[in-house]
DNA sequence: CGTTACCCCTGGAGGC
DNA sequence: TGCCTCCAGGGGTAAC
């Protein structure tokens, strides 16, 4: 349950439930993720208090204090990752990975094709780790706007789609919000970046905000086996535009929605609307 | 340097 | 009822 969107509802979705909670111990079942957890993760999160809960892109960082230092749980959720809370005597199923157990419950990471990320990171600072390093703007930060997308994307030749799903330029636009966002824009994703002009960087820019805002109003996602935080099931049909309805007639011009592939992703928009 | 093709993995849907 | 193929929110790497 990936996009930006859908992580920064989870975000404060379980911020009430495990601000200030003591870590008593905790649990790694399967370590095989997108990259190995730390095999000793539970000496290392052992006695720690969760303070807080920030995003940065996809990624939730667990503000993770000890008696003499501090250090970041880091967590992203891949394609299908996904964390609760549940009761302490709940038994683990087929892809509950981790467990952090706190006195009076469990935070329980599942993530059934196990593109996810649980690592540690030691410190103050979790921005230096080598998963965060090399990652985009916040598209909701007032850093972005128009004129940085402008400047961004002069020398990138490929097609606007693909650049706008690139962590290493703008974090947390995934596929659904890519394609809603162009359309939002009347912007065609195949247009090469470098070809969109400064008026229509202005309005891109604006169609993500937006996008990324509402979709984070409604409270969820379009995503199908969507969880809430809590484990109750969060399937909020958030009307897309374009997203998945190839085939479809555009709620704006009656014409066909058309789907197509790009860098082994499927894109939905409609070749009247955006150009 | 920027772009693409392929890989990681499980499960659900649809065709036969 | 199988069994097979294709597809899915992400992202890293190798190769052009």
Redesign the pocket.
């Known amino acids: 349950?990936?996009?930006?969107p859908?992580v920064e509802v989870c975000r404060r979705g379980l911020l009430p439930g495990v601000a200030g909670r003591r870590i008593s111990r905790a649990l790694v079942r399967f370590p095989?993720l997108?990259?190995a957890i730390p095999e000793n993760l539970g000496e290392l999160l052992a006695g720690r208090t969760v303070v807080d809960i920030a995003r940065r892109?996809?990624?939730l960082l667990f503000d993770c204090r000890g008696e003499a230092d501090r250090g970041w749980l880091i967590v992203?959720?891949?394609?299908?990752?996904n964390l609760r809370l549940v009761a302490g005597d709940r038994p683990p199923g087929?892809?509950d990975h981790v467990d952090l157990v706190f006195d009076d419950g469990v935070l329980r990471f599942s993530d059934?094709?196990?593109?996810g990320?649980v690592t540690w990171h030691p410190g103050a600072d979790p921005g230096c780790h080598?998963?965060l390093a090399?990652?985009g703007i916040e598209p909701l930060s007032a850093a972005f706007d128009g004129a940085w997308l402008y400047a961004a994307?002069r020398?990138?030749?490929?097609?606007i789609k693909?650049?706008l799903?690139?962590?290493?330029?703008v974090?947390?636009?995934?596929?659904?919000?890519?394609a809603e966002s162009l359309f939002r824009a009347g912007i065609s994703p195949l247009r090469?970046?470098?070809r969109i002009g400064r008026e229509r960087c202005d309005r891109l820019a604006a169609a993500i905000k937006a996008t990324l805002a509402d979709a984070i109003a409604a409270g969820g996602?379009?995503?199908?086996?969507?969880v809430h935080s809590d484990g109750s099931s969060g399937y909020f049909q958030i009307a897309c535009a374009v997203?998945?309805r190839a085939g479809q007639a555009c709620r704006r011009c009656r014409g066909t929605i058309r789907?197509i592939?790009?860098?082994?992703?499927?894109t939905y928009y409609c070749p009247a609307c955006q150009h």
């Open positions: 349950m990936p996009e930006l859908e095989r997108r990259e892109g996809k990624y992203h959720l891949g394609m299908t990752g087929r892809h059934p094709r196990r593109f990320v080598p998963l090399g990652q994307t020398r990138r030749s490929g097609p693909t650049v799903m690139d962590a290493h330029t974090v947390g636009v995934g596929n659904i919000y890519a090469a970046a470098c996602s379009s995503i199908r086996d969507y997203y998945d789907q592939r790009q860098a082994g992703r499927s």
